[in-house]
């Protein structure tokens, strides 16, 4: 007698898919990353080097733009960890990129703040401009559209990310105007943050 239920997990009650990442080229840092990740790491006691795993990954994205499966390997190898947990890192935190993205990555917040005051009609005027759908990259390689969970700006919602920047307050229709800015004047055409711009 077992009070264990049958689970039949080989017909459909769960499934796990893992999809391995992009190998992409071979990867290395070059000789300025390599440099500054030996300098973030020097901060920690050698035998905790892994905690600059999280630094070396920005790095990768910086330099390559993404982070394939050749560089989660030499990350592995310089960091001192398995490939298969840089590979965990890299599946777990959303600012990571594990497949080639747009020059610049529109990320609209479509958590509660940001749902209110119409973060869905801003994706849908920003699908509607570039001809993709959240997740996708434009066919110029310009732009790449997605949805994120909260970016701490709920008081200036909705917020789009571009890079590493907050466009604030940005209304369904100025979202067209927002691609054409970009295309024009580049990273100058987001807001920023109002408490950076505030303490200028």
């Known amino acids: 007698m077992t009070f264990h239920p049958n689970m039949p997990y080989d017909t459909g009650l769960h499934k796990s898919e893992r999809r391995l990442p992009e190998q992409g080229e071979p990867f290395a840092f070059t000789p300025e990353n390599r440099a500054r990740l030996e300098e973030i790491a020097r901060r920690y006691p050698p035998e905790r080097r892994r905690s600059a795993l999280l630094p070396a990954l920005y790095l990768v994205q910086r330099q390559q733009g993404y982070i394939s499966g050749h560089a989660m390997e030499h990350v592995a190898e310089e960091i001192g960890v398995t490939p298969a947990e840089v590979e965990d890192v ?111």
């Open 90 to 200: 890299v599946s777990y935190y959303a600012m990571f990129y594990s497949q080639p993205v747009g020059k610049y990555v529109l990320q609209v917040c479509r958590t509660l703040s940001c749902a209110l005051n119409g973060a869905e009609r801003v994706t849908e005027a920003l699908s509607a401009k570039l001809g993709i759908k959240p997740g996708e990259t434009d066919p110029t390689g310009m732009f790449t559209l997605m949805e994120v969970e909260c970016l701490g700006a709920c008081d200036r919602a909705p917020v789009v990310m571009v890079n590493d920047h907050w466009h604030e307050c940005l209304k369904p229709g100025d979202a067209a105007k927002l691609v054409d800015d970009l295309r024009a004047k580049g990273p100058d055409a987001v807001s920023g943050c109002h408490l950076c711009v505030e303490k200028k």
